[in-house]
């Protein structure tokens, strides 16, 4: 899955990991939460991958968490509070409508 110099493009990491969620940057971080993620995609067997954006709408931070299985990421947004998402050509957008980067 890797490109020109190990970097991978949107469009290959659509196509291996086709599920986001989204989920709002709180001010201060996510603090234990984000342990609590990790060990969610390492007790799924997923491999963690995640990319960012700023909502044009409400100009917060979102982080878009990638899953190659729907129920995972059904589950990941159940239990952390966020949305699912749909892949773009430019990185990834809100399902809402909201604009990404």
């Known amino acids: 899955m890797s490109c020109r110099n190990g970097e991978v493009t949107s469009t290959i990491l ?7 969620v989204g989920v709002g ?6 603090g234990n939460d984000f342990d609590a993620m990790i060990q ?11 990319e960012y954006s700023i909502a044009r709408t409400d100009h917060l931070f979102w982080i878009y968490f ?3 299985d ?14 699912p998402a749909t892949a773009c050509r430019c990185g990834v957008q809100k399902s809402s409508g909201t604009e990404g980067r």
């Open 40 to 50: 969610f995609y390492r007790e799924r067997g997923e491999e963690l991958r995640a």
């Open 25 to 30: 940057l709180p001010e201060h971080g996510f």
């Open 70 to 83: 729907p129920m995972n990421a059904e589950d990941f947004a159940e239990r952390f509070g966020g949305e």
């Open 14 to 20: 659509a196509s291996a990991k086709p599920h986001y």
């Open 66 to 68: 990638c899953f190659r």
